[in-house]
């Protein structure tokens, strides 16, 4: 998973609500220069909606979001994504992530949490919802007890903060839903997802 974050320092978060939708917009993320792509589960779209980016955007590195459950979990290794994001973590969840050796990404908000994915052997950690908890002034106070413990930084991240939060020694990459904006979507405006996606990707060259 850090390859995978360190790789990718900006994941666009996208929600599907139309099947028909996703291989355009993948298209147009990996053609703004965003080849990662986590797509939640959270609309009944969302599986063939990945099934389709597989199949037909080549340069896209999927994977799932808003996993909650082992089955989501399970489902996400069979669909062929390369990755499965939670937004938190369940014991159950961790362990059977741990179990599968597929790369998973935690959701943590506190020492807590950090201390319970260090025990099911994760040190890679979704830091969710990063604004509403602290962001960067608790990410920072993070890195003091666990110096060795890395972050992908999400909600409430966009173009104004996503600096703030690459410049953090402990964060490796951010995730945000700001280069795919429901309305963009909804009315299918591809090249202008592209020219969002060119302008996040053009931050970190
Ligand atoms: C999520 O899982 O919803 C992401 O963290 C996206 O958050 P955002 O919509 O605030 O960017």
Redesign the pocket.
């Known amino acids: 998973m850090k390859e995978i974050l360190s790789e990718y320092p900006i994941i666009p978060?996208v929600?599907i609500e139309q099947i028909e939708d996703a291989v355009p917009l993948a298209k147009s993320l990996v053609a703004g220069g965003l080849s990662v792509i986590?797509v939640?589960l959270?609309t009944p779209a969302a599986i063939a909606g990945i099934e389709d980016i597989i199949k037909n955007v080549p340069g896209a590195v999927v994977g799932s979001?808003?996993v909650c459950s082992e089955s989501q979990l399970q489902m996400s290794i069979e669909l062929g994504c390369k990755f499965a994001?939670s937004?938190g973590a369940t014991n159950s969840l961790l362990k059977k992530a741990r179990d599968s050796g597929f790369n998973y990404l935690p959701?943590v908000s506190s020492a807590s949490e950090v201390m319970r994915g260090l025990e099911y052997g994760f040190d890679t950690f979704?830091f969710?919802?990063?604004?509403a908890v602290g962001g960067t002034t608790l990410l920072k106070s993070l890195h003091g007890p666990f110096g060795d413990v890395k972050f992908c930084a999400?909600?409430?991240?966009?173009l104004d903060n996503v600096m703030s939060y690459l410049s953090l020694a402990n964060v490796l990459s951010v995730?945000?839903?700001?280069i795919t904006p429901s309305k963009l979507i909804k009315e299918k405006r591809w090249s202008e997802i592209e020219r969002l996606a060119s302008q996040a990707s053009s931050l970190t060259q």
């Open positions: 978060v929600v986590e939640t959270r979001g808003t994001v937004p959701g979704k969710f919802p990063a604004e999400t909600g409430g991240i966009g995730g945000g839903s700001w």
